[in-house]
């Protein structure tokens, strides 16, 4: 695929060199340098994402998986998690990404130093009001990222009511979030007008994922009923998420017991031990509401040559019903 121009490309894929419109949402613990390099070589936007644990090591450690990479990628960073470790984002502009991603802050100074590093600006946006606020500071690039999506945000609205209310107000490119996993969802995404689909839950089963082979099985068994959003396990890890960016996981035994409620030590040496061991009874699985369609583990690559078949064929034929 990488090479050739994809009748699915849109003016903002073209002009970043990209063969499809895909992104692969820089997730934490998920989207490192082996799958973004993946994604990539496949002709979308290979993305390497840095969690709520980051640091500049880790991030260098993921870069180097990306090899003699000769296609455009990105990395993706938390605004709070820069703030704490700024070594973080100077780490980022100097790989002189193609794209660079800080999202869930209200700073946007970072946004000059992408401009500076040639650096494409993007973040994530879970509102009309946040995104006229992410314009007018200069982001190049909008996520409207819908309440379906896996991982942290404000679970506010949804994908496509989102995108279209943030489409008839900028005049930026807009990606689309949030339940894409499946060549019906990426057509209907780029039917209503995004510039791309930023997705995560289809690419984390990939064997180039971080992911352990447990947390796919997990996955694999699970549909859209099976998730929840809540911040118990930011609560019990002491992470210092703000409390209006809960995050999109399975359900398993530690939110049965505790979401909603402030883990004690005993839990929280528990929760540090399983997700130690794999243990995904008890440590968390960030996903989607796009759960449903994830029903095998197969290459990057592979996904997103059948999700990109299935939306040409979709959007090529006329309704029948």
């Not at 934490?28 to 002709?43: C, F, P």
């Not at 992410?134 to 404000?154: F, M, Y």
């Not at 019990?236 to 939110?255: D, I, S």
Request: charged share 20%.
């Amino acid at each position: 695929m990488a090479g050739e121009m994809d009748t699915l490309s849109t003016p903002w894929s073209a002009e970043l060199g990209l063969d499809v419109p895909i992104v692969n949402a820089p997730m934490g613990g998920a989207a490192g340098g082996t799958l973004a390099a993946a994604v990539s070589r496949a002709g979308g936007l290979g993305m390497v994402g840095m969690g709520s644990s980051a640091s500049a090591a880790q991030l260098r450690a993921q870069l180097a998986e990306l090899g003699e990479l000769k296609r455009p990628f990105g990395i993706g960073v938390i605004d709070w998690v820069i703030r704490k470790e700024p070594e973080l984002l100077t780490a980022a502009l100097d790989a002189r990404p193609t794209v660079l991603s800080v999202s869930f802050g209200t700073e946007w100074d970072w946004v000059a130093r992408a401009r500076d590093a040639g650096c494409v600006s993007v973040t994530q946006v879970a509102d009309v009001k946040a995104a006229l606020r992410a314009v007018d500071a200069g982001v190049q690039v909008l996520v409207a990222r819908g309440a379906e999506a896996g991982g942290h945000g404000t679970p506010a609205v949804a994908t496509l009511p989102l995108l279209s209310a943030i489409l008839d107000r900028v005049e930026v490119p807009v990606l689309a979030a949030g339940g894409i996993a499946s060549g019906r969802a990426l057509a209907a995404v780029l039917a209503a007008g995004a510039a791309g689909a930023w997705i995560g839950t289809a690419f984390a089963t990939c064997p180039e994922s971080l992911f352990p082979d447990e947390a796919r099985r997990a996955l694999l068994t699970a549909d859209a009923t099976d998730t929840l959003t809540t911040r118990v396990f930011d609560v019990a890890l002491g992470y210092p998420w703000p409390a209006h960016f809960p995050e999109r996981v399975l359900r398993n035994a530690f939110t049965a017991a505790w979401d909603g409620r402030t883990p004690d030590d005993d839990a929280r040496a528990r929760l540090a031990e399983a997700i130690a061991t794999d243990d995904f009874r008890v440590a968390p699985v960030n996903t989607g509401q796009g759960v449903d369609d994830i029903t095998a583990v197969e290459p990057a690559a592979v996904v997103i040559a059948r999700l990109c078949d299935d939306a040409r064929r979709l959007l090529a034929k006329p309704p029948t019903r």
